[in-house]
Each structure stands twice: as structure tokens, then as C-alpha cells.
């Protein structure tokens, strides 16, 4: 069965520091993709990357970094110089690659980011 | 604005109640799929459609429902309304097409907040 784990419930920064959020999968398929999504207070769901199984090339994106490790099912997500507009809910998902078009998303449990002025 | 409707924002009702949940996906996009997120259980799938097409089914109570019309809106009728029930209902949409081109990367409308008195 599917499953990712985002064991940080909740972290707190100062603006400016780096912080990384983990995501820990499990999955017996072969091909798969992960997705980070941010849920800002005002509660939308917001893509912010997605990555298959087959390019480990972690990849950089302004502030934000994924580091895609297959070895340790990982695929963590690192805020560099964090910003007060940083503090949402992020969460790490999982797809599997079906035949039938359907793609549907196993999220973790989210890690609720808190960036203080 | 993501592309996705979702009507009503929020809604208020009371147990045994039943309520209908709407949703438009981007322009373009066949594939519809539910999610409920509430705080004890996080984000769980529901169901996805694929142009008017059931195509996968999650964790969806019997009380629950949802069908995909010819326009492609999609509603979710959730009956018999027990206080468990109240919760963010988020609708995403997906491409049709190949995983290349974005197929299974989800846009999640604003949610539709549903609270069960």
C-alpha cells in the first residue's frame, strides 16, 4: 500500500533562517511521482512541484529546494531565508503511475510552517 | 484563482441534513476528483470522474454520492449528515492526456467548508 509520512507536525522559525520539511514514502511500484503542495491560511491547495521516480536531480526553484532521494524514500523540501509569506501548511503527496488515467493523490499529514517576524 | 469553482464556500446544516456540494474544473480538464480534509483524518480521496466516468474510489461512505455531467461539473451529494461529516470538501481537476503533459497534476479549487451542527 501506499503511504507517506510527514512526522514534523508543526515548526516554528525566525524569518531569514532555513528550514526543511520532511516526507518519507512508501510505495512497491516502480514508477510513481511526488508532489509538495502549500495550503496557505486562506485554504487552498497550491502545486508546487512534482517529480518522478526515474530523476532523482534534486532542483531549485528560487527560495525553495527538493532534495528527491530514492535510496531513503525521501523527497524533502528546504525554504532557504524563510519569509513571514512562507507560514502555511505543506504537504508531500504520492501517485502511482496507473494505465486508466486515474491520478489520484495519497497526501501526508502536512507540516504546519510558522515563519515569525 | 485556480480555474476551479467550487460552490457553496461555505455551508451550515444539521445532522440527518443532506447538502450538494458543486464544482466546475479548469476549462479543458475531463478528470474530477473529491477530497475531504478534516483535522483528525487529514485529506482523504474520495472518488474521481473522467469524463462523466466513475474512475476511482476512495475512501467514500455510502452516504455520500457524486456524479460527473456532460459539461463536465461535477456535484457531490453527502446525505444523512452526521456531525463527523463536517469538514473542507475540496474538488481538483487534472488534463486529460499524457503524465508529460500535466495529467496528473491536480488543481484543487478553494474547497467548499461544510459544518455539521
Known amino acids: 500500500a501506499q503511504k507517506v509520512t510527514q512526522a514534523q507536525t508543526e515548526i516554528s522559525v525566525v524569518e531569514k533562517e532555513d528550514v526543511t520539511l520532511d516526507c518519507v514514502y512508501e510505495t512497491r511500484d516502480t514508477t510513481y511521482y511526488l508532489f509538495w503542495y502549500k495550503q496557505p491560511p486562506s485554504g487552498e491547495l497550491v502545486f508546487l512541484i512534482r517529480?518522478?521516480?526515474?530523476?532523482?536531480q534534486n532542483e531549485i526553484s528560487g527560495r525553495y529546494s527538493w532534495n528527491f532521494q530514492k535510496s531513503t524514500s525521501s523527497f524533502n523540501f528546504t525554504i532557504t531565508a524563510s519569509q513571514v509569506v512562507d507560514s502555511a501548511v505543506y504537504f508531500c503527496?504520492?501517485?502511482?503511475?496507473?494505465?486508466?488515467?486515474?491520478?489520484?493523490?495519497?497526501f501526508g499529514s502536512g507540516t504546519r510552517l510558522l515563519v515569525r517576524p | 484563482d485556480s480555474g476551479v469553482t467550487q460552490t457553496p464556500k461555505h455551508l451550515i446544516t444539521a445532522t440527518g441534513q443532506r447538502v450538494t456540494l458543486r464544482c466546475s474544473p479548469r476549462s479543458g480538464d475531463l478528470s474530477v476528483y473529491w477530497y475531504q480534509q478534516s483535522l483528525d483524518q487529514g485529506l482523504q480521496f474520495l472518488i474521481q470522474y473522467y469524463n462523466g466516468e466513475e474512475r476511482a474510489k476512495g475512501n467514500i461512505l455510502e452516504r455520500f454520492s457524486a456524479q460527473q455531467f456532460p459539461d463536465l461539473h461535477s456535484e457531490l451529494n453527502l446525505s444523512s449528515l452526521e456531525l463527523g461529516d463536517s469538514a473542507l470538501y475540496f474538488c481538483?481537476?487534472?488534463?486529460?492526456?499524457?503524465?508529460?503533459?500535466?495529467?496528473?497534476?491536480?488543481?484543487f479549487g478553494a474547497g467548499s467548508r461544510l459544518t455539521v451542527l
Open positions: 503527496a504520492l501517485s502511482d503511475f496507473p494505465m486508466d488515467s486515474s491520478y489520484k493523490l495519497i
Open positions: 481538483a481537476s487534472s488534463a486529460a492526456g499524457r503524465i508529460r503533459s500535466g495529467a496528473n497534476v491536480l488543481t
Open positions: 517529480r518522478n521516480s526515474f530523476d532523482e
